[in-house]
């Protein structure tokens, strides 16, 4: 974990958006929706839910990926310039892979797609803005999906039998984190009907699925308040083993109180990628 020292409190309250799960699944366009159709279904409501600092008030042992379902670590990439999506192939994702490695004890690892996220961005612009509703970027359903979508064909057995899992990779770039921080749930704080499957429908006509998540007060939210471009989280998204090993984790974008009124908007790059133990 990072040894950086701040000035922050010991937890902020900031409202996060939970679904209002009513029994319809709800969905929601990757792109611009057809005339007749709405953006997104479903209807999220904002709970005010304390986040704790966990630079100074970790759980006893700390937070780790397989117990908690997401963990920080210090890594200065050789990359500082994220703008060229051929440097991001060729210098961040072999980089990261080795770091992914190193790190989780996969044998194998697959960096399948990456997001560049902007607070200031503009729908044309080709960045993303940070989501700011709670969310996991697959499903039980999804993510053995992803291994036959990216794996070769002849290697996909291999992997569905033995353990899988889908990390993210996610890192502040150019400065360090003012605003729109990334709040991460306890995963031994999710129940299971806590999870709501989301459709995201593509423009390629393929429908995704993701989880939203319904509101519980036992959930237990932490953040790493002014994240530098030199640490990374990793976000467990879906693990294929049981016995006690995180298997997801909720996240969600949010503002936090304690932003300067003249914050720069939040920037980060997102790897996600296939491991196999």
Sequence with gaps: MSDIVIDQPVMVE???KYLVSTGDKPSRYMYDPPPDASAQTGTFDAHRMPIV???VAAPPGGLS?????????VHTSALDDFSDP???RSVYYPESEQLIKRLTG???VVIFDHTLRDAGATRTSGVQEPVRAIHNDQTFVSGPRRVRDHVPADEADEWLKGRTAIVNLWRPIGAPIESSPLAMCDSRSIAPNDLVPMDLIRQD???GEVYAFAFSAQHRWYYFPQMTPDEVLLLKIYDSAGDGVARLTAHTAFDDPTSPADARPRQSIELRTLLLF
């Design 14 to 16: 900031a409202d996060l």
């Design 106 to 108: 996969a044998r194998r």
């Design 86 to 88: 051929i440097s991001i």
């Design 65 to 73: 990926l397989d117990r908690n379902g997401f963990e920080l670590h």
């Design 205 to 207: 006509g393929g429908v």
């Design 53 to 55: 600092n966990a630079r």
